[in-house]
């Protein structure tokens, strides 16, 4: 069973950075594209960004353009999500998304 798995979630003060993790067991999201959302409490699920298979083509929310970058490893089944100077409003938990497949979500707190 194919499962996904975030980590690198905590605490970090304004204008702090973060990366996360999220590792694919089994061989389902190979090809596939891979994603990060994110939900702050009381909010909507949020995308905060995209990268394809190959690493060709990036894409990412308005709010986080210019600050976080997303990135992959294929040969450990990894989606990194770097994330910068980050904001109060940066504040959710963290999810990594591939085909119909989420992991359970890491929480990232940014205190002002």
């Known amino acids: 069973q194919v499962q996904l798995a975030e980590s690198g979630g905590g605490v970090v003060q304004t204008g702090g950075s973060l990366r996360l993790s999220c590792v694919a067991s089994?061989?389902?999201?190979?090809?596939?594209?891979m994603r990060w959302y994110r939900q702050a409490p009381g909010k909507e699920r949020e995308f905060v960004a995209y990268i394809t298979w190959g690493s060709v083509s990036t894409t990412y929310g308005d709010s986080v353009k210019g600050r976080f970058t997303i990135s992959r490893d294929n040969a450990k089944n990894t989606v990194y999500l770097q994330m910068n100077s980050l904001r109060p409003d940066d504040t959710a938990i963290y999810y990594c998304n591939c085909i119909q497949l989420w992991g359970q979500g890491t929480q990232v707190t940014v205190s002002s």
């Open positions: 089994g061989r389902t999201c190979s090809g596939n594209p």
